[in-house]
């Protein structure tokens, strides 16, 4: 007889019946487990090929300087593997045994099967960020970027080039911006030796940076839970994340996009705003419709495609839908969506301004000091230019998950406030957004009275969208109406698509078709 058995995730095991409850295709994410161990092995057979690229960025006289850590000594989230690498006898620095991090996207979490590129995207957009907060935000911490490479261009930091290559950067640079023509980055095209192309590679890009060790600062998510309400350590986080923002707004964007570096070395807004969300459903099949050279002018046209995302999840994941009254709860949220979008981004903010964003400030990628002084921000890859009104607080603060914030707002609307206090100070202190209705945090108070809060956070959640509509969006419209809801949900879908009923049958189908799989994912024969 058949029986089930755990099988195991990136992180952890999980049950059948626990599998059948989850939003996501858990079928999918059964592979990523062996896909990690087989790439995390290819990794560690290119060690010296690791310390060659390595010794390459930064111009060390020997790979042999460079000693690449254990596999048990690695960093690796949800996205990327961080492998340490040990310089010894650095000429740049005092101090021997500096460390610097390889980070590598995983290509099984980016999506690149799917969406062939995805994976250099990635990489030129995290570059393109830190190539712009170096030049117009150097107040914000960082850690500094060596160099960096896609699956075709190898580009180094202009410190570590050889001599006289070093010198013609510098002349051109001066030059350049002598006769007021674009200044290109502090990046610049440094092909690898030929014969270390051939020697050995893992077939994707990376990212060479400093590494953050503990006496510079440790990650916030190691004391957040335990210290959050510690006032004085909360109120140095607020102070220096609300610092964080305004240096950050103060430099507007033309467009709704990602900052990248081009070949020949200058940045340029010219990518599609990549967030997480984006290129973790392309990692799952699902189509975005989104395309990399997609950019914005308004902020209706940027909401109007990211609406399209979450129409999209619904078509093509196997498991979207449960059952009919499934397909209604959420095709009805969808189309409503749609239909608010005026009642909560203002015609003024319609075409900007748009400024950068960090879409995925989670504690973790947050570094600070004993005292909670941010030391380092860290994890890029998601930062884009976004509408203003979309500048949010993070949601981790009250310890909450995005349906319990929408669920009981008392508790994270607490914190929201006092960060949002502290942002009022640093602006008196400063000479940002002098006219009050312009300031960041007028904007992100009205934002929270509005619900343009509770809508961008929606749009940023494929699966917490429905959560956050039906408990924060719907009832702003709804407080004075007598309809209940089976009469909203008999109505709003039929506008949500012409092939509504089609659509509704083929994902019934496919949700079957889905259980059955998965029954036999965790079947084994005893």
């Given at each position: 007889?058949?029986?089930?058995?755990?099988r195991?995730?990136?992180?952890?095991?999980?049950?059948?019946?626990?599998?059948?409850?989850e939003?996501v295709?858990?079928?999918?994410?059964?592979?990523?487990?062996?896909?990690?161990?087989?790439?995390?092995?290819?990794?560690?057979?290119?060690?010296?090929?690791?310390?060659?690229?390595?010794?390459?960025?930064l111009g060390?006289?020997?790979?042999?300087?460079?000693?690449?850590a254990?596999?048990t000594?690695?960093?690796?989230?949800?996205?990327?593997?961080?492998?340490?690498?040990?310089?010894?006898?650095?000429?740049?620095?005092?101090?021997?045994?500096?460390?610097v991090?390889?980070?590598?996207?995983?290509p099984y979490?980016?999506?690149?099967?799917?969406?062939?590129?995805?994976?250099?995207?990635?990489?030129r957009?995290?570059?393109?960020?830190?190539?712009w907060?170096?030049?117009?935000?150097?107040?914000?911490?960082?850690p500094?970027?060596?160099?960096f490479?896609?699956s075709?261009?190898?580009?180094?930091?202009?410190?570590?080039?050889?001599f006289?290559?070093?010198?013609?950067?510098t002349?051109?640079?001066?030059?350049?911006?002598?006769?007021r023509?674009?200044?290109?980055?502090d990046?610049?095209?440094h092909?690898?030796p030929?014969?270390?192309?051939?020697?050995?590679?893992?077939?994707?890009?990376?990212?060479?940076?400093e590494?953050i060790?503990?006496?510079a600062?440790?990650?916030?998510?190691?004391?957040?839970?335990?210290?959050?309400?510690?006032?004085?350590?909360?109120?140095?986080?607020f102070?220096?994340?609300?610092?964080?923002?305004?240096?950050?707004?103060?430099?507007?964007?033309?467009?709704?996009?990602?900052?990248?570096?081009?070949?020949?070395?200058?940045?340029?807004?010219t990518n599609r705003?990549?967030s997480?969300?984006?290129?973790?459903?392309?990692?799952?099949?699902?189509?975005?419709?989104i395309?990399?050279e997609?950019?914005?002018?308004?902020?209706?046209s940027?909401v109007?495609?990211?609406?399209?995302?979450?129409?999209?999840?619904l078509?093509?994941?196997p498991?979207a839908?449960?059952d009919?009254?499934?397909?209604?709860?959420?095709s009805?949220?969808?189309?409503?969506?749609?239909?608010?979008?005026?009642?909560?981004?203002?015609?003024?903010?319609?075409?900007?301004?748009?400024?950068?964003?960090?879409?995925?400030l989670?504690?973790?990628?947050i570094?600070?000091?004993?005292?909670?002084?941010?030391?380092?921000?860290?994890?890029?890859?998601?930062?884009?230019?976004?509408?203003?009104?979309?500048?949010?607080t993070?949601?981790?603060?009250?310890?909450?998950?995005?349906?319990?914030?929408?669920?009981?707002?008392?508790?994270?609307?607490?914190?929201?406030?006092?960060?949002?206090?502290?942002?009022?100070?640093?602006?008196?202190?400063?000479?940002?957004?002098?006219?009050?209705?312009?300031?960041?945090?007028?904007?992100?108070?009205?934002?929270?009275?509005?619900g343009?809060?509770?809508?961008?956070?929606?749009?940023?959640?494929?699966?917490?969208l429905?959560?956050?509509?039906?408990?924060?969006?719907?009832?702003?419209?709804?407080?004075?109406?007598?309809?209940?809801?089976?009469?909203?949900?008999?109505?709003?879908?039929?506008?949500?698509?012409?092939?509504?009923?089609?659509?509704?049958?083929?994902?019934?189908?496919?949700?079957?078709?889905?259980?059955?799989?998965?029954?036999?994912?965790?079947?084994?024969?005893?």
């Amino acid at each position: 007889m058949p029986r089930s058995n755990p099988r195991r995730l990136l992180k952890g095991e999980i049950t059948y019946s626990t599998a059948l409850k989850e939003e996501v295709n858990i079928l999918h994410r059964l592979g990523y487990y062996k896909q990690q161990n087989d790439f995390f092995a290819r990794v560690s057979d290119n060690r010296s090929w690791i310390q060659a690229i390595v010794s390459h960025h930064l111009g060390l006289t020997s790979p042999e300087l460079c000693t690449v850590a254990e596999v048990t000594d690695w960093l690796h989230g949800s996205f990327n593997v961080c492998v340490p690498v040990t310089i010894h006898n650095w000429k740049l620095r005092k101090q021997a045994g500096h460390r610097v991090i390889l980070r590598l996207p995983l290509p099984y979490r980016v999506g690149e099967s799917f969406h062939l590129g995805n994976s250099d995207e990635k990489i030129r957009c995290e570059a393109g960020t830190y190539a712009w907060l170096q030049s117009h935000c150097p107040d914000v911490p960082i850690p500094k970027l060596y160099g960096f490479a896609t699956s075709r261009d190898t580009f180094t930091h202009h410190d570590n080039l050889p001599f006289l290559k070093r010198v013609y950067q510098t002349i051109r640079r001066c030059l350049l911006s002598f006769l007021r023509y674009p200044v290109p980055t502090d990046y610049v095209s440094h092909p690898v030796p030929h014969q270390l192309a051939n020697a050995g590679s893992l077939g994707t890009g990376y990212i060479l940076v400093e590494c953050i060790e503990q006496q510079a600062g440790k990650m916030l998510s190691s004391t957040w839970v335990q210290k959050c309400n510690d006032i004085q350590l909360r109120t140095n986080f607020f102070r220096d994340l609300a610092r964080i923002f305004l240096s950050i707004t103060t430099h507007p964007l033309p467009r709704i996009g990602s900052l990248v570096i081009n070949n020949s070395g200058f940045l340029q807004l010219t990518n599609r705003p990549l967030s997480l969300e984006i290129q973790d459903l392309e990692n799952e099949q699902i189509p975005t419709n989104i395309l990399r050279e997609y950019t914005y002018s308004t902020v209706d046209s940027y909401v109007m495609d990211l609406l399209g995302v979450h129409n999209s999840r619904l078509i093509n994941q196997p498991n979207a839908v449960n059952d009919i009254g499934d397909y209604l709860y959420q095709s009805s949220a969808l189309t409503t969506m749609r239909a608010v979008v005026p009642s909560f981004f203002r015609r003024e903010f319609c075409r900007g301004p748009f400024v950068l964003s960090f879409t995925d400030l989670h504690p973790s990628n947050i570094f600070v000091d004993e005292n909670w002084h941010i030391t380092a921000l860290v994890d890029l890859e998601w930062a884009c230019s976004r509408p203003i009104e979309m500048i949010r607080t993070p949601t981790w603060l009250s310890n909450q998950a995005v349906d319990e914030i929408a669920d009981t707002p008392e508790e994270y609307d607490m914190m929201r406030a006092e960060f949002v206090e502290n942002l009022v100070a640093e602006e008196e202190r400063s000479s940002a957004a002098l006219v009050t209705e312009k300031r960041l945090s007028t904007i992100m108070k009205k934002g929270w009275e509005t619900g343009t809060f509770w809508y961008s956070l929606a749009l940023a959640s494929p699966t917490g969208l429905f959560s956050v509509f039906y408990k924060q969006i719907q009832p702003r419209f709804l407080r004075y109406s007598s309809e209940d809801e089976e009469a909203f949900q008999q109505v709003m879908p039929w506008y949500w698509s012409q092939d509504f009923v089609k659509i509704g049958t083929r994902k019934i189908a496919d949700k079957k078709i889905y259980d059955i799989r998965l029954k036999e994912a965790f079947q084994e024969e005893t």
